[in-house]
């Protein structure tokens, strides 16, 4: 393996990334039942790509059928599960 001799001092240095945006996470989620629980658990929104017969259901209240919605449209509204053929991004803060 080469070392490389012209890095000096580079190494020593942290990068700090802050988050800028509302949201900082993002989960594709395009399996026939996902439960948003554990690492997936905390979800404060979603963007719908492609319908199909997904069925979404809120942290509370009834669920809502994705073909009701819009697509490419980021809605704030907290998930527990996303069921169906379709193709949902679940974003986390």
Request: net charge positive.
């Amino acid at each position: 393996m080469a070392t490389r001799k012209d890095a000096a001092g580079i190494s020593g240095r942290t990068i700090t990334i802050e988050n800028n945006g509302k949201f900082d996470r993002i989960k594709t989620i395009s399996e026939a039942n996902t439960i948003l629980t554990g690492s997936l658990q905390g979800a404060r929104g979603f963007i719908i790509e492609s319908a199909g017969n997904t069925v979404l259901s809120p942290t509370k209240g009834d669920v809502i059928n994705a073909s009701a919605l819009n697509t490419k449209e980021l809605y704030e509204i907290g998930l527990v599960r996303v069921s169906g053929s379709g193709k949902v991004h679940v974003v986390y803060p």
